[in-house]
């Protein structure tokens, strides 16, 4: 995943581009990058790897290093940018959110006419930003090169683009599934991906992009190079996992569907007669937390928080590159409050399941400390194939996922072709199903919310929202 956050301001644009682009910390770990534009200086770029020392610590100096009346800041779980590109259509600065699936295509495609060459990383991997760029500069203009490009690519890319002359260029990938924002201030306009975070510092909401839609930002306004498309497929796991409680996307607040979603959760489990009798309602923290308090509130089970995670060093479970070492650091910050678990019946909410591993560890660590009784429930449906839009996970394979691995253990390759059935806890095999992930994380009983639950919860039309790991739906 990854986030971005420009500026351009009739003064200095590096503060609040700072500040803008920290605030989107929480959607990647691994680089983060600045590029400004100065009239003296010209264009400039710092980047980053931010693993082990969050983006704010090294990007410190940066007031004392860089300067200019627009700038791009972003945050990447993947390849360093802001990439600085000298082309047909002048120099510029290029940042994007998204994943290329048929990279290797486009890049024989280029090499085969260009003649040209990429700088390549270790193993011969080429920054998908660049391929981006080079994509953008066989047209004519920014407007033309960007629409080209989002055609062409197979996956989701929003752009952010700074130019010669100091406008941000602002897209929003073709179908939507990505936001971006475009804030008003007194100084100028910024763009962002997160809605807090401008509004925080001070600016006032002027326009969500459309879908495909592309626009450019100057100290005096915004003018719209190409108008949206009619398609939307928003990703629901903006709400459930990824968003930051304080944002909204498309007018929904991500909080507020998290506590709407876990009531939904509570009904559904006393629709079916799987409502446990519990001692306490608890979250997976931290994002299952609000989901949880949703469900106790529906359940009438009072909540409580029978661990809390160490977060002072380690802000974020999956920062280290190896999945081991992600589970240890997981492991480490586990931190229980005995009275709250020993000889007791805890129901859990997760923001999702998806390989499976961090849950049984968590769960072993609850018995571990003297839990009674272990019940879990999901907030989103089960996961059945990997995302192949925004990578939000770190999949390689659909054998990857828990879900996926169950069904083969269970009924061969051949139990693929019934996924919809897995996944209705109504149908022998959705039991089933269940029934052997408790059997191997040691829960008492298990529960996924399902997909109709969550398209209420969040409340946007459900054609507009991506479900396809769920269902498979493009």
């Known amino acids: 995943m990854g986030g971005f956050f420009g500026a351009v301001c009739k003064n200095d644009a590096i503060p609040d581009v700072f500040f803008g682009t920290d605030y989107h910390s929480h959607l990647g770990t691994r680089r983060g990058g600045i590029a400004a534009y100065d009239p003296e200086i010209g264009l400039q770029r710092e980047i980053h790897n931010i693993e082990n020392s969050p ?48 990279a290797q295509e486009l890049i024989d495609q280029y090499l085969s006419f260009s003649h040209g060459h990429f700088d390549a990383m270790t193993g011969g991997k080429i920054n998908s930003t660049e391929l981006a760029a080079a994509l953008i500069d066989q047209k004519s203009s920014f407007e033309e090169g960007i629409a080209f490009a989002q055609k062409v690519i197979d996956g989701t890319a929003n752009i952010l683009i700074l130019t010669d002359d100091g406008a941000i260029i602002a897209a929003r990938d073709r179908m939507g599934r990505l936001p971006v924002i475009i804030g008003r201030g007194d100084e100028g306009y910024c763009v962002s991906f997160e809605s807090f975070v401008f509004q925080k510092l001070g600016y006032a909401l002027e326009k969500e992009l459309g879908p495909g839609e592309i626009v450019e930002i100057t100290a005096d306004g915004v003018t719209q190079l190409r108008r949206p498309g009619r398609e939307m497929r928003i990703c629901s796991f903006l709400w459930t996992y990824y968003g ?20 939904i959760m509570a009904h559904n489990d006393e629709l079916y007669g799987t409502s446990p009798e519990v001692d306490y309602v608890a979250g997976v923290p931290d994002s299952g937390t609000p989901h949880a308090i949703g469900y106790a509130s529906a359940s009438k089970a009072p909540f409580a928080r029978p661990f809390i995670k160490y977060t002072p060093t380690w802000p974020r479970s999956f920062m280290p590159t190896h999945q081991s070492e992600r589970n240890r650091v997981a492991k480490m910050k586990q931190v229980p409050v005995p009275e709250l678990i020993e000889d007791k019946k805890l129901l859990f909410v997760d923001d999702s399941i998806v390989r499976g591993t961090q849950l049984r560890e968590t769960v072993d660590f609850l018995y571990a400390n003297g839990a009674e009784e272990v019940h879990m429930r999901s907030a989103c449906p089960p996961i059945m194939y990997g995302c192949k839009y925004l990578a939000f ?11 996926r691995r169950i069904i083969l253990e269970l009924e061969g390759e051949e139990g693929f072709d019934h996924l919809e059935e897995y996944s ?29 639950g969550l398209q209420d919860s969040i409340g946007v039309d459900p054609c507009k929202l991506c479900t396809y790991c769920w269902n498979g739906k493009e």
Do not use: W
Request: hydrophobic share 30%.
């Open 393 to 403: 996970s770190r999949n390689t394979s659909d054998l990857d996922l828990l879900t």
């Open 424 to 452: 209705d806890p109504t149908t022998q095999r959705g039991k089933q199903m269940r029934q052997t992930i408790c059997e191997k994380l040691h829960l008492t009983s298990l529960e996924f919310q399902t997909l109709k």
């Open 244 to 263: 930051y409680p304080t944002s909204n996307y498309e007018g929904v607040n991500v909080e507020v569907m998290r506590y709407r979603n876990g009531e």
């Open 55 to 102: 983006f704010r610590t090294k990007f410190a100096s940066i007031f004392d290093e860089m300067r200019g009346t627009s700038a791009i800041g972003c945050i990447s779980d993947s390849d360093p940018q802001p990439m600085l590109i000298r082309s047909n259509l002048g120099t510029y600065a290029i940042a994007t959110v998204g994943i290329i699936n048929n």
